[in-house]
């Protein structure tokens, strides 16, 4: 809604009967309906770049609408009001209610976006001493806007070398962790193996005691069959004497009867022992087998223990370059005069 008054300089979208009292006559003659337009739509219509010029001196904003200025202003995109070199105001000092805002709180306003307030520029006629109208032109910082950029990138650089810090000291301890962790592991994993080399030289022991017994009882079966031999001999000459000796025939009968049971008996040791020989071999080979399966897992838990302090050295390395880049930012800033 625009209210049109008999004082020209007073035609805004406010109603301006605050100023009734500095114009005792003003008169609203009437009201339209305007189709309006956000300063920011107009500012990107007009500077379209984004990298604006400012040194050619053409990016001039005038803010001629009294009582607005503030709210304007703060619709208005930082990146967009800082493509203009100069911002020129003319407020009122009359509270006209709203969102009406004194022209100091403008200028602060403006100061936080990087302006800084230029002495009063030499003007004619009344209203250069007209309290009610005050004027104020401002000139972009390009240096404290500079300073300001290079401090974000300052605190970035600080805040991205306190979460490496931060990711370091936790790679750290995970690796702390994880090599207490191998270490125990290891530990463990030698115990075993030295509790398995113990079992196995416990098994080739016996192994090597079996072989001395099924040795001997080897020995024992030939010196059997020797007997057995000579019996047959003897129970040859017994039967060509069988008539002669009836009573010597019956005992060689009955002794070879007893070397045949004693044969028996050796047969059933040499299969018992056959058995226990297979056993042992089977249990030799499965433990031979585990102790190798150890021995790999004990290689695979070193290769993961090298790739952890390897990437332990990665993330030194990145802290020291994060660290050499903060410093050189600093001294640049240092060695800077403007700053």
């Not at 001629?64 to 100069?86: H, I, M, N, Y």
């Not at 104020?136 to 306190?162: K, M, W, Y």
Request: aromatic share 4%; glycine share 4%.
């Amino acid at each position: 809604m625009w209210h049109r008054h008999n004082v020209r300089r007073l035609n805004s979208p406010h109603a301006m009967e605050a100023f009734r009292t500095v114009y005792p006559r003003l008169t609203e003659l009437c009201r339209l309906q305007q189709e309006g337009v956000s300063l920011a739509q107009l500012a990107s219509e007009v500077l379209p770049g984004a990298d604006i010029d400012r040194a050619s001196g053409t990016n001039v904003l005038v803010l001629d609408v009294p009582g607005q200025e503030t709210a304007l202003l703060s619709a208005l995109p930082k990146d967009v009001l800082c493509r203009f070199r100069c911002i020129a105001i003319r407020a009122t000092a009359v509270p006209l209610g709203g969102d009406w805002a004194p022209l100091e709180e403008t200028v602060e306003l403006l100061g936080a976006a990087f302006f800084k307030l230029l002495p009063a520029l030499a003007t004619t006629g009344d209203e250069s001493a007209d309290e009610i109208w005050p004027v104020a032109v401002l000139q972009f910082d390009e240096d404290a806007f500079s300073r300001s950029r290079l401090q974000e990138q300052c605190r970035a650089l600080e805040t991205a070398l306190a979460q490496a810090r931060a990711l370091l000291s936790d790679s750290e301890r995970t690796a702390a962790s994880k090599a207490r962790e191998f270490a125990a592991e290891l530990q463990d994993m030698e115990r075993q193996r030295d509790e398995q080399s113990r079992l196995v030289a416990d098994m080739r022991e016996q192994v090597t005691n079996m072989k001395l017994a099924m040795a001997s009882a080897e020995t024992r079966a030939a010196m059997q069959k020797s007997d057995i031999d000579a019996l047959r001999k003897a129970q040859l000459v017994a039967e060509s004497l069988a008539k002669e000796c009836s009573v010597q025939l019956k005992t060689i009968t009955q002794d070879r009867d007893a070397h045949a049971n004693r044969a028996a008996q050796l047969q059933v040791l040499n299969d018992e022992l056959a058995k226990r020989k297979a056993a042992a071999e089977q249990r030799l080979k499965e433990l031979v087998e585990e102790l190798s399966d150890r021995e790999s897992r004990l290689g695979e838990l070193g290769n993961e223990l090298s790739e952890s302090s390897a990437r332990f050295q990665i993330l030194q390395n990145e802290l020291l370059r994060a660290e050499g880049q903060l410093d050189l930012v600093k001294e640049l800033l240092l060695r800077d005069p403007s700053l």
